[in-house]
T-cell receptor, first 112, second 114 residues
Framework: EDKVVQSPLSLVVHEGDTVTLNCSYEVTNFRSLLWYKQEKKAPTFLFMLTSSGIEKKSGRLSSILDKKELSSILNITATQTGDSAIYLCADGTQGGSEKLVFGKGTKLTVNP | NAGVMQNPRHLVRRRGQEARLRCSPMKGHSHVYWYRQLPEEGLKFMVYLQKENIIDESGMPKERFSAEFPKEGPSILRIQQVVRGDSAAYFC????????????FGEGSWLTVV
């Protein structure tokens, strides 16, 4: 069964810090890895990664995939209190059904 | 992702009652997924449906849970004879159409069984 592990499980930083969140996966027939941000409600799509070594960027957030290491990182620079959320990593490889296998998430708290 | 509509947002049921959760996918989407999130846990896949068809129900508990996505109307996740362990957030997601394979989530239905 495919497995997605995120670390750390929780992280507390101060505004302005840079954080790196990790995601490792054990899957067969890898196709894609996705990052979501979850505040108190719906997970919000951030990135989909399919190719190794190509960074995807959106404002202060960026993410990259390393297929050799079976891992991905999500970077957030100059963190703000609004970045406080649970960041979910998911493997989108499960056969043809497009279902996602999620890690448990990293809970990020950004203090003022 | 605001386009995936779920209701009710919050539902309280006594043990033994039935819970019905509804999901209208984003406009133009024909694929619907249901996920469950238990406290302190990640989201777990339950079922994947297209109109009038269950494609993958490998994550559904064997008993008491069922899902449908009729030709007309929303997708429904039905939980019969609820137990305390069913208390969770149930998220619907949809994909397809112009958004390609990106999966968008609704805001969830929070079921509490008392």
């Amino acid at each position: 069964e495919d497995k997605v592990v995120q670390s750390p499980l929780s992280l507390v930083v101060h505004e302005g810090d840079t954080v790196t969140l990790n995601c490792s996966y054990e899957v067969t027939n890898f196709r894609s890895l996705l990052w979501y941000k979850q505040e108190k409600k719906a997970p919000t799509f951030l990135f989909m990664l399919t190719s190794s070594g190509i960074e995807k960027k959106s404002g202060r957030l960026s993410s990259i995939l390393d297929k050799k290491e079976l891992s991905s990182i999500l970077n957030i620079t100059a963190t703000q209190t609004g970045d406080s959320a649970i960041y979910l990593c998911a493997d989108g490889t499960q056969g043809g059904s497009e279902k996602l296998v999620f890690g448990k998430g990293t809970k990020l708290t950004v203090n003022p | 992702n605001a386009g995936v509509m779920q209701n009710p947002r919050h539902l309280v049921r006594r043990r033994g009652q039935e819970a019905r959760l509804r999901c209208s996918p984003m406009k133009g989407h024909s694929h619907v997924y249901w996920y469950r999130q238990l406290p302190e846990e990640g989201l777990k896949f339950m079922v994947y449906l297209q109109k009038e068809n269950i494609i993958d129900e490998s994550g559904m508990p064997k008993e008491r849970f069922s899902a449908e996505f009729p030709k007309e109307g929303p997708s429904i996740l039905r939980i019969q004879q609820v137990v305390r362990g069913d208390s969770a957030a149930y998220f619907c997601a949809s994909t397809g159409g112009k958004t390609g394979n990106t999966i968008y989530f609704g805001e969830g239905s929070w079921l509490t069984v008392v």
